[in-house]
T-cell receptor, first 114, second 116 residues
Framework: GAGVSQSPRYKVAKRGQDVALRCDPISGHVSLFWYQQALGQGPEFLTYFQNEAQLDKSGLPSDRFFAERPEGSVSTLKIQRTQQEDSAVYLC????????????FGPGTRLTVL | AQKITQTQPGMFVQEKEAVTLDCTYDTSDPSYGLFWYKQPSSGEMIFLIYQGSYDQQNATEGRYSLNFQKARKSANLVISASQLGDSAMYFCAMREANNAGNMLTFGGGTRLMVKP
């Protein structure tokens, strides 16, 4: 079966542009997570969805970051007015159930802000 | 304080030998889970092994085993019989039960390089 997919795999944006990153979780997975991974570091939590409900957005670094999952499947992470410090790999992960311990990760989107 | 600490930025191991990657953690939650992920150069995070805080035995998955020392708050990953394909970044992570979001907290990672 298909794993978690993300698109685009690579995105180059000029500073100030808006970007949208897409995540297609494994079909039927209830939980969806977004993480940000800066170069040479471990991933850091951004936000969490349980179905369509965004239950935790404590990791979003600023109000320029916005995520949605309107139908409880595909999710989009939007970054407005991108800054150079937003350059990172954005990882999406999904989990079968609320208490499912294994998170399946997508390949990530590498965002470079010039 | 860092919740997950990986003190080895880089490690070399000879092919076919065993290697231990260190991980210490910090939590006051009595219920938690510890994870190890592998991240090859392609970027995808690959789940390797899981240890629950109440598990009595150390977790094993094929060539991977987790040396769980609860009192010392350490969860070291042991890879036996290293292979060239094991060269990658390895991340230790924790999920705390009182964390309603179920998110993972990751360490800074260890880059493992397997020498032929």
């Amino acid at each position: 079966g298909a794993g978690v997919s993300q698109s685009p795999r690579y995105k180059v944006a000029k500073r100030g542009q808006d970007v949208a990153l897409r995540c297609d979780p494994i079909s039927g997975h209830v939980s969806l997570f977004w993480y940000q991974q800066a170069l040479g570091q471990g991933p850091e939590f951004l936000t969490y969805f349980q179905n369509e409900a965004q239950l935790d957005k404590s990791g979003l670094p600023s109000d320029r970051f916005f995520a949605e999952r309107p139908e409880g499947s595909v999710s989009t992470l939007k970054i407005q007015r991108t800054q150079q410090e937003d350059s990172a790999v954005y990882l999406c992960a999904s989990s079968l159930s609320i208490w499912g311990y294994e998170q399946f990760f997508g390949p990530g989107t590498r965002l470079t802000v010039l | 304080a860092q919740k997950i600490t990986q003190t080895q930025p880089g490690m070399f191991v000879q092919e076919k030998e065993a290697v231990t990657l260190d991980c210490t953690y910090d939590t006051s939650d009595p219920s938690y889970g510890l994870f190890w992920y592998k991240q090859p150069s392609s970027g995808e995070m690959i789940f390797l092994i899981y240890q629950g805080s109440y598990d009595q035995q150390n977790a094993t998955e094929g060539r991977y085993s987790l040396n769980f020392q609860k009192a010392r708050k350490s969860a070291n990953l042991v890879i036996s019989a290293s292979q060239l394909g094991d060269s990658a970044m390895y991340f230790c992570a924790m999920r705390e039960a009182n964390n309603a979001g179920n998110m993972l907290t990751f360490g800074g990672g260890t880059r493992l390089m397997v020498k032929p």
